[in-house]
């Protein structure tokens, strides 16, 4: 059964026919998508769609669609994907965000994460759950250090080639007795 996550300001669902077209001008946007390879088209963007809710139907969780509670809107994604052998450090579960412009800086990303990292040591009892992003996203880097989340490498991302700016990425973990200790869930 699909996990539904709440919090104060959101709600972390399953995705919605209805997501299709604001999750594709998320995924277009040449800012949200500035450090990601590419901005994705409406038929990539769909198929993204498709493939997080396969797995959220499969497993009960994954990449949730954000939704604010108060407008009732899409603003985002945020959730939980296991990498079972992409990295030299898989085995492992990622936590990840992505999130509209209009609400950024606004504490949206650190509280949809508390919510998934919760999830995910209180219900799958994982020990530990990573993040990573391009070296030079200093944003998101502010986050998992919100996050409580520690640096543990530097590395170069196998899907990127050397001529990516993006290539160079940072490994950031948290353990379940640190987020207990560091955090309390929004």
Same mark, same amino acid.
């Given at each position: 059964m699909p996990i539904q996550l709440e919090s104060k300001r959101l709600i972390l669902r399953p995705w919605q026919e209805t997501d299709r077209l604001?999750?594709?001008q998320l995924n277009a946007?040449?800012?949200?998508?500035r450090y990601f390879p590419k901005c994705l088209s409406r038929?990539?963007?769909d198929q993204l769609l498709d493939?997080?809710?396969? @797995?959220? /139907?499969l497993q009960g969780w994954g990449f949730w669609a954000v939704e604010l509670k108060n407008e009732q809107r899409l603003i985002g994604m945020t959730g939980l994907h296991h990498q079972p052998d992409q990295f030299n450090f898989s085995p492992c579960t990622e936590i990840g965000w992505r999130f509209d412009?209009?609400?950024?800086?606004?504490?949206y990303a650190t509280e949809a994460a508390q919510?998934?990292?919760?999830?995910a040591f209180?219900?799958?009892? @994982?020990? /530990?759950?990573?993040?990573f992003t391009a070296a030079i996203n200093q944003a998101s880097v502010a986050v998992m250090q919100r996050l409580g989340m520690l640096y543990r490498q530097e590395f170069l991302h196998p899907a990127l080639t050397a001529e990516s700016i993006l290539q160079k990425h940072m490994l950031?973990?948290?353990?379940?007795?640190?987020f207990y200790s560091n955090m309390r869930i929004a």
């Open positions: 604001p999750f594709y946007d040449p800012a949200v998508m038929t990539e963007s493939k997080f809710q396969a @797995l959220i /139907e412009k209009n609400y950024w800086g606004q504490g919510l998934a990292l919760n999830f209180q219900t799958l009892q @994982l020990n /530990e759950v990573v993040a950031y973990a948290i353990q379940q007795a640190e």
